[in-house]
């Protein structure tokens, strides 16, 4: 599925760069596209030189070396899900009859969040977020299953509490959209509800670090503090509540060996040779 924009929903987000297309820059596209495949190859070779450690003995493992293997994960996740997104926005742009579709943005710039609001709302896997608003927040909001087109009459916001339990609901639908993508992965609930964790508790966290913290402190911190707090919440979250079960179950050792498996594909054999010889996982050469 390609995020295709509305164009008659243009401007309506005016806060969110949902809007924005990717085709208003195609030379970005594709750099940007190969950019990624670069960092998802280059996370890759690392991850498979200390996947057995990672693997097998996570938990006897320094916090150290915990973090950069997690750390090598987020930036394959983004790598991955950015690319699958890209390329069908670059097949779009090369056909002549959808040269003029207009792709929404996928991610802005995840590592420059200055809040966990700017990170989900306007930097995080945008799409997503975008069907996230629209199918759970804006119902709760406008108490409408039916998207209202007319503006919000000045003077007239929606009170807080109603915007606060819209907020935790769809956190909530996320964590239960994840565990189920999970348990198909699995065939089995046996994460123990720890994605359902990440993604609910994610509303609290915003009230308490975004409404109290930084509206509080905000106008004396520099950005890049508050860039650092917020992807500093975020891992320690993941680290907690992400990570630990899906090691557990084995998955980051097979995305691992199936993206290697694709490069192999990809890349010439002298070159996959001298890039995964000597690694821990080094029977993908073979």
């Known amino acids: 599925m390609i995020p295709v924009l509305?164009?008659?929903?243009?401007?309506?987000?005016?806060?969110?760069r949902q809007h924005e297309s990717l085709s208003?820059?195609?030379?970005?596209?594709?750099?940007?596209?190969?950019?990624?495949?670069?960092?998802?190859?280059?996370?890759?070779?690392?991850?498979?030189?200390?996947?057995?450690?990672y693997t097998d003995y996570y938990n006897d493992l320094p916090l150290y070396m915990q973090c950069v293997c997690e750390i090598c994960d987020c930036i394959g996740l983004y790598a991955f899900i950015s690319i699958i997104m890209q390329a069908g926005s670059v097949v779009l742009q090369c056909l002549p009859a959808t040269t003029s579709m207009r792709v929404a943005v996928d991610f802005d710039k995840p590592w420059e969040s200055t809040s966990l609001t700017d990170f989900w709302s306007r930097r995080w896997n945008l799409n997503t977020g975008y069907s996230l608003?629209?199918?759970?927040?804006?119902?709760?909001?406008?108490?409408s299953l039916v998207k209202k087109r007319q503006k919000t009459p000045a003077g007239e916001a929606p009170p807080r509490m109603r915007r606060m339990i819209a907020m935790m609901a769809?956190?909530?639908?996320?964590?239960?959209?994840?565990?189920?993508?999970?348990?198909?992965?699995?065939?089995?609930?046996?994460?123990?509800?720890?994605?359902?964790?990440?993604f609910t508790i994610q509303g609290p966290c915003i009230l308490l670090f975004d409404y109290h913290c930084l509206k509080g402190y905000g106008g004396r911190m520099h950005p890049s503090i508050k860039r650092?707090?917020?992807?500093t919440i975020l891992f320690g979250l993941a680290h907690v509540l992400f990570f630990p079960d899906i090691v557990r179950m084995g998955i980051p050792r097979e995305v691992h060996d199936n993206v290697s498996q694709v490069f192999r594909l990809l890349l010439p054999n002298s070159i996959f040779s001298a890039l995964y010889t000597g690694t821990i996982r080094s029977s993908i050469v073979d």
């Open 24 to 53: 208003d820059h195609p030379r970005g596209l594709v750099v940007g596209l190969v950019g990624k495949v670069v960092a998802l190859l280059v996370v890759t070779v690392i991850l498979c030189r200390i996947d057995g450690l």
């Open 170 to 198: 769809a956190f909530a639908v996320s964590g239960m959209m994840h565990e189920m993508f999970l348990a198909y992965l699995r065939y089995s609930l046996s994460s123990h509800g720890m994605w359902m964790a990440f």
């Open 228 to 231: 650092v707090a917020t992807l």
């Open 133 to 143: 608003r629209y199918l759970v927040y804006d119902v709760i909001v406008e108490q």
């Open 6 to 16: 509305d164009d008659d929903d243009k401007g309506r987000r005016t806060n969110a």
